[in-house]
């Protein structure tokens, strides 16, 4: 992307998927402008994120100036704990110190109901080739408008010690213990030879392989 030749507001840097790119390899949620300003710098974009949600090089560079975008530069505030969320929809909620970009997680859906408050990076062709389709769809709201953008596929992995896995008679080549364990009753099998042969466990508590099951299903369950 050239450099702009004028200087960009906030809202206006935030207007295109392309813009936001230069900003970061993974494009990420723009907050909408608001009647009382977060930063007072015309040049500074505020940016919500927990810890660990993005590259700590990443929030450097960022801060120091955005690439093609100079004069402009990041402000990355970390707000911490169980309280993200509601500190964001409290500020939703007042029109009022709203940042300018915002990390959220898979729960972008509680946002919904206030799309209208948020750009629409609506993807061009090739920028939608880059990505799962199921990935972008997550962050589309019902009336299509592209408001969230993906920043990883969230993987995971099974991470053991071969050492365990020997003694219990089991493979311990990556490839051989992926195969053994391709659905939930292979891991049950699998954790219980682990068990009885060497009194070691694959989880550690009942919860966290609850959370699991749950979140690798297709479903969710909503209490009401």
């Known amino acids: 992307m050239t450099a702009p030749t ?8 935030l207007a295109g998927a392309g813009a936001l790119g230069a900003l970061a390899s993974a494009t990420l949620l723009a907050g909408c402008s608001t009647g009382t300003a977060i930063s007072k710098d015309p040049d500074e ?49 007042g029109n009022a110190f709203i940042p300018d970009v915002l990390m959220v997680n898979s729960n972008c859906w509680l946002y919904f109901p206030d799309e209208d408050l948020f750009t629409d990076f609506a993807p061009s062709a ?27 596929t969230g993987p995971t992995g099974f991470f053991y010690n071969q ?15 992926s195969a053994a364990i391709q659905t939930w009753a292979d891991f049950r099998t699998f954790g219980k030879q682990i068990k009885q042969q060497t009194g070691a ?14 979140s690798a299903s297709p479903t969710r369950a909503f209490a009401l």
């Not at 100079?70 to 500020?91: H, Q, V």
């Not at 389709?133 to 953008?149: A, E, I, N, V, Y």
């Open 126 to 152: 090739t920028e939608q080739s880059a990505y799962y389709d199921w990935k972008l769809s997550l962050g589309r709201t019902p009336s299509g408008r592209q408001c969230f953008w993906p920043v990883d």
């Open 45 to 93: 974009l505020v940016l919500w994120y927990w810890n660990r949600s993005l590259d700590p090089k990443f929030l450097q560079q960022a801060a120091g100036g955005i690439s093609g975008h100079e004069p402009m530069r990041l402000r990355p505030d970390l707000i911490g704990g169980a309280s993200y969320d509601t500190k964001f929809r409290t500020a939703l909620a």
């Open 201 to 214: 466990a694959t989880i550690i508590t009942a919860t966290q392989l609850f959370n699991q099951f749950v």
């Open 6 to 13: 004028h200087r960009l507001s906030r809202r206006g840097f």
């Open 163 to 177: 050492e365990v896995l020997r003694k219990a008679d089991l493979p311990t080549d990556p490839d051989e213990v």
